[in-house]
């Protein structure tokens, strides 16, 4: 029996598959199990952030599967002190709280909030204002704060305490808050919801009257953090920073990993028996995390980021198939004039180009060390496929 039929008798489909089976990858190449060759420009959703198998990555990963690969968070480990220190070092938090993914980090902030807010006020401020379009993952607590309709079926009922706002919408955000609100959550780009940037009016009105009504901004930086938009987190392209910010997905080189990082004010939230977890900052995740952040705190990689960002925003903007390129820095979204994004990536898949799509949009998240000679080759491959 071939993989594909293999995998489908007893994996559940929950997911929509491009018919390609993934072998092996070296830097920012993959290949498939007929050695047929991709460049990838998807890095497995943001993921893959050093590339595929990166030399001093998978050293780092090896040397601690080889000499603890897990212990229970009844016990403190070196790598995972070093790791919460250079983390919050390198982002300007307190203090962190370790997972496993993205969703379970939003799930870790809206528990921060909560509690802040239960602490200090008591019951009755629980509501968390979210954006329309937004994306927080697929457990209920996150499908419930995500913005979107099409996510809110068939798993009824939902979690109460999530108000939606339209991103941008300054007027709407004055109107839904109150003193049932706790907090604010955002995506400084809604990546999922297209490649959106928000507005610096809106993101400062959001700072501002949060500020003064002592409701915290959580900023869900899954997608848009640890590097992907030539800064280390998105907030520092608004000059703002969020009282409680979330990573995950590119943090750790694509061992699993999640991250809730909080300032002094909501350092001390969780107390002991208010949330864990089995894998937390599991040994194996930390050191891969480790060998992400002394990368991209080496001289100059993030100014790279983002001159590479430019970069392919200008060589796209030259194709006529293209309406508008959106994102920022590595982050990018695509808007095609006629074409249909799930199309086209299927038309790059077939030329050796892995991309990905968000709504409308083709969207690319390159690793963050590709190279000029390998970009050039993809936005080739792209180019002809939205030119024909
Ligand atoms: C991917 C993503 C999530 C969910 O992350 P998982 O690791 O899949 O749980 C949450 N928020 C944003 C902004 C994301 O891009």
Known sequence: MNTIDKFNQHVMHSYGRYPLVMEAGENRRCRDESGKEYIDFGSGIGTNSLGYCDEKWADAVCAQVRTLQHSSNYYYTAVQAEFADKLCTTAGYSSVFFCNSGAEANECAIKVARKYSFDKYG????????????????????????????????????????????????????????????????????????????????????????????????????????????????GEHFGKKADIVTLAKGIAGGVPMGACLVNEKCKDVLTPGTHGSTFGGNPIACAGGLAVLERLNSEGFLDEVAEKGKYIKAELEKCSEVESVSGLGMMIGIKLKTKNAGEVAKQALDKGLLVLTAKEKVRLLPPLTITYDELKEGIEILKEILEE
């Open 123 to 234: 019951k009755g401020r629980h509501n968390i204002i979210t954006l329309v379009n937004s994306f927080h993952g697929r457990t209920i607590a996150t499908l419930s704060a995500t913005g979107q309709d099409v996510f809110h079926n068939y798993f009824f009922p939902f979690l109460e305490g999530f108000v939606n706002v339209k991103a941008n919408d300054i007027a709407d955000l004055n109107d839904k808050i109150d003193d049932t609100v706790c907090a604010v959550m955002l995506e400084y780009v809604q990546g999922e919801g297209g490649v959106n940037a928000l507005s610096q009016d809106f993101v400062d009105a959001v700072y501002d009257i949060c500020g003064k009504r002592d409701i915290l901004v959580i900023t869900d930086e899954v997608q848009t953090g640890v590097g992907r938009t030539g800064k280390f987190l998105a």
